[in-house]
């Protein structure tokens, strides 16, 4: 971004930090607000049938069992429960917002699980965490850059991290139609942002079938992943995509650097079903 000429340089830097710094916290409280409305995690939505689909082709059951993991960023403790399922020796779970007390109602007192309410820039640096996972998460920080740098001084040598991103590459259709719709929507009281996802669920159910028969953007995720969720889950998701205050869609390039920026090595990315990305990093 060009900075405008009649603007000191670090009158204009201070003045994105604030807007950053204010984007993020109206964001945590989106989420707060969202994850105490639409509190359980039932059906497939909460399956570690999903969870696997979401880190697969880069983890799997045998290097999940066992491990000392962290969830970035927990919400209502979906991925916890899968953690939990899958073996996993010791689970960190990270919330910054209100949907805090829906966490920890959600998974209950475990010896299994720790609790941690804060942003994910003051995750402790323990230095002997396996794997750091956030997932649907970065795309919704201004600057997630503090983010992924405490997450490697969480974790021991050989430990990764991996992020799943909204990417642009694959969504330049969707983009088109729904960012200037936003502009609106980020503004909606719940009440009436509900009604707006109902209606869109409705409209939106003949182009799902319609992807069953077609190649159209976005067919493999609806028909292999939004089709299985209970209706209700369905105007979730829809609800997810309108209300948070930021989002950001990452660019290959933008995700890979992501965590190369922050010190990672052996970064791969893979472009999950041409609408996400996949990535993971090594600490080395």
């Not at 799997?60 to 970035?72: H, M, P, S």
């Not at 916890?80 to 899958?86: D, W």
């Not at 820039?121 to 201004?142: K, M």
């Not at 050989?158 to 936003?182: D, K, S, T, V």
Request: glycine share 6%.
């Amino acid at each position: 971004m060009q900075r405008p000429r009649y603007a000191k340089a670090s009158g204009y830097e201070s003045h994105i930090m604030k807007e950053a710094d204010r984007l993020g916290k109206q964001t945590i409280r989106d989420f707060g607000e969202q994850w105490n409305i639409y509190s359980d995690n039932q059906g497939f939505y909460g399956s570690t049938q999903f969870f696997l689909d979401t880190v697969s082709p880069f983890l799997n059951r045998e290097n999940i069992f066992g491990q000392k993991v962290v969830d970035l960023g927990a919400g209502t403790g979906r991925v916890v429960i899968a953690l939990l399922v899958l073996g996993a020796a010791h689970i960190i779970a990270l919330e910054p917002s209100d949907a805090f007390k829906v966490l920890t109602h959600n998974i209950g007192l475990r010896r299994r699980v720790t609790f941690l309410n804060l942003p994910g820039d003051r995750l402790p640096a323990y230095g002997d965490i396996d794997l750091v996972l956030s997932l649907r998460v970065l795309h919704h920080i201004p600057d997630p850059a503090p983010v992924v740098k405490a997450a490697l001084r969480s974790l021991r040598l050989g430990g990764q991290l991996c992020i799943w991103l909204y990417a642009h590459e694959g969504n330049e259709a969707y983009l088109m139609l729904a960012q200037p719709f936003r502009k609106i929507t980020v503004h909606l009281p719940h009440r009436l942002l509900e009604v707006v996802t109902v209606i869109l669920h409705n409209f939106f159910k003949p182009y799902v079938w319609t992807c069953k028969i077609l190649s159209l953007p976005w067919a493999r995720y609806l028909c292999e992943i939004y089709d299985k969720l209970t209706p209700d889950k369905q105007r979730l998701v829809i609800y997810d995509q309108l209300k948070p205050t930021f989002t950001k869609y990452y660019y290959k390039d933008e995700a890979r650097a992501l965590l190369e920026n922050a010190g990672f090595k052996n970064v791969r990315v893979y472009h999950q079903r041409n609408y996400c990305w996949l990535v993971i990093g090594t600490k080395a």
